[in-house]
Structures are given as C-alpha cells and as structure tokens.
C-alpha cells in the first residue's frame, strides 16, 4: 500500500463531513426544500383556512385546505424519515464489521 503524503491528509472533521455527504448525498439540498414547501403549504393553509371561515368559496377553498393540509404532511414525513435514516446504524452495509 502506499502511504499518503502527509500534506494531503484532510484533519477528522473534514473527513467525517466528506463521509457524511458520502452516505446521505443533497441532504442539505432535500431538508432546505422540505422546509421551503412546508412553509409554503403552511401559508397556503393559513389563507384557504381563513377563506373557509369567513365561508368565501368554500367549494374550492376546502379542496385547497385539504391539498395544503397534505402537503405540510407530507414534508413533515419526509422530514422524519430523513431524521431517521441519518440516526440508523450502517447495519446494512457489513455486519461483521
């Protein structure tokens, strides 16, 4: 085997980012659009909520509720599931490792 120049040994932190993107690739990129679309699905139901209240349109005020309800659970899951998909050990790669 041969021996890395020492020059070119990234220090444990670097090299513990560089695996972390390694295992989970856009993960930053995935959690920054997770959190834009529930955002903006959180505000989308705050204005049809309001709308159906005031009861202004409810026949398509309500079908945007129910769609904007949806899609701040759906990136609540995602969210979720990403959480937990970080916090599992590698079990799959290699057990007797």
Known sequence: MVDQNPKNRLNPEQYASLKA???APFR???????????ASGSLGAFVFFFQVLAG???ESALPNLAL????VALMIFF??????R???PNSSKNPNS
């Open 21 to 23: 993107e390694i295992a």
């Open 28 to 38: 930053g990129l995935r959690q920054f659009f997770y959190i834009a679309f529930a």
């Open 56 to 58: 202004r349109d409810v």
């Open 68 to 71: 904007q309800v949806g899609i």
């Open 79 to 84: 969210w979720r599931w990403e959480q937990r």
């Open 86 to 88: 970080q916090q599992r």
